[in-house]
């Protein structure tokens, strides 16, 4: 009989979860969680800021709150005046048309208004199922909309925490996407879904990078089941303890996603 095919385990985590989040912030941070865009703004941000840099997206979205002045505004205008609006941005062919239609079915659903502060006080599945009926709104959106905006114990898993997740063997080799947002829930504190969110893109950005890791630099590689073999050591070879690093002067290191915007743009 032909061998059995083993199965591809996913690697045994040898760091906590809080540790990891407080050896993270301590590198990058801190990370004051302040919401800064109400929920539709935020949708729209989301919207805007899909297969875009963060420079890019808050462009177009200054752009947009420049040409219309509001949010509401916006609702009215016709598919190419947000087209041209948010050109700045890239992918306004695509992005406009979104955003008019996840506009449009907010209005048609909640009695012609765009306050969706209500999705606070819901429970958090039955708040993500409300926007995930949005269309153009999936699990990362739903979590972004409601960690950033409301400070709900969402997840929002983008490239850069499931890469990270992965190599920590906080989720398996063949664990999708979509289902990462529900197995990190599960396993992440509430109240440290903030902040395991922003160290963990911060982290994926600056150090544990896709195609060139860091290792050297990062103070977690003592608890990472993958280093050995991303960088081609022994087996027998210990990873060094992680080296203090100074934390960065000056300027905080600025939050994954969403600018502020001003009272007027409201």
């Given at each position: ?7 591809k385990?996913?690697k045994?985590?040898t ?12 590198q ?10 109400d ?33 509401n505004a916006?609702?009215?205008a016709n ?5 041209s609006?948010i ?16 506009l ?15 999705l606070a ?8 199922a409300?926007?995930r ?6 699990p ?7 960690n ?23 989720i ?28 963990f893109?911060?982290h994926?950005?600056?150090?544990c ?9 990062c ?10 073999r991303i960088?081609?050591?022994s ?19 600025q ?12």
């Amino acid at each position: 009989m032909p061998p059995k095919t083993r199965a591809k385990k996913a690697k045994t985590p040898t760091i906590a979860i809080p540790e990891a989040i407080r050896l993270l912030t301590d590198q990058y941070g801190p990370f004051p969680q302040e919401p800064r865009l109400d929920p539709a703004h935020e949708m729209v941000f989301t919207i805007l800021s899909q297969h875009t840099s963060d420079i890019n997206s808050e462009r177009a979205f200054r752009s947009l709150m420049n040409r219309f002045g509001s949010i509401n505004a916006v609702t009215q205008a016709n598919v190419d005046e947000i087209e041209s609006a948010i050109s700045v941005g890239g992918l306004a062919k695509i992005k406009a048309p979104r955003i008019k239609a996840i506009l449009t079915r907010v209005l048609e659903l909640n009695e012609d208004s765009l306050d969706l502060s209500f999705l606070a006080e819901m429970p958090l599945d039955e708040a993500k199922a409300w926007l995930r009926q949005l269309p153009g709104i999936g699990p990362k959106s739903a979590g972004i909309i409601l960690n950033f905006s409301l400070g709900m114990p969402a997840m929002a898993i983008d490239t850069h925490i499931y890469r990270v997740s992965q190599r920590l063997g906080l989720i398996g080799p063949k664990v999708n996407v979509d289902k990462a947002h529900d197995l990190l829930e599960a396993v992440v504190d509430p109240e440290q879904v903030f902040p395991f969110h922003v160290c963990f893109v911060t982290h994926g950005r600056q150090t544990c990078k896709a195609l060139r890791p860091l290792c050297e630099d990062c103070v977690i590689s003592f608890g990472c089941p993958s280093r050995e073999r991303i960088q081609g050591l022994s087996k027998d070879t210990k990873p060094a303890a992680p080296k203090q690093k100074q934390r960065r002067k000056g300027k905080l290191t600025q939050l994954p996603h969403t600018p502020q915007i001003t009272e007027q743009e409201k």
